[in-house]
């Protein structure tokens, strides 16, 4: 500890700097929890979409939107643009959009 007691004081230096990783440990357990359970998905294809499924929703939460609100979106727009999606459109699609935030929340 002494060896990289820099390292371990640099919060104190920086006020912006979280003490602990508790933040990020709460924030991936969730994952955590749901590995066990995509065992049990029947196929590599279904854990494939739970995956793809708790990626939009961890996505969705992070960015201040809430997930059910941002899915219906996602699935109206994408609709809409089926066969002619362009990086435009999947961009006004992303969860850091600031337009979603009046419609997500």
């Known amino acids: 500890m002494l060896a990289r007691k820099e390292e371990l004081s640099s919060y104190l230096d920086n006020g912006s700097l979280p003490m ?5 440990e709460r924030t991936i ?3 955590a929890v ?3 359970n995509w065992l049990f998905s029947g196929s590599p294809r279904g854990a494939k979409a739970c995956g793809v499924l708790y990626s939009i929703v961890e996505s969705a939460k ?7 609100k941002y899915i219906l979106h996602l699935l109206k727009e994408l609709s809409r643009h089926a066969g002619k999606l362009t990086s435009e459109i999947l961009e006004q699609c992303m969860p850091w959009n600031p337009n979603l935030i009046s419609i997500c929340q």
Request: a positive charge; hydrophobic letters at 35%; charged letters at 10%.
């Open 29 to 31: 357990r969730n994952f």
């Open 34 to 36: 749901g590995r066990n």
């Open 62 to 68: 992070a960015n201040g939107l809430i997930p059910y």
């Open 20 to 24: 602990t990783n508790s933040l990020a």
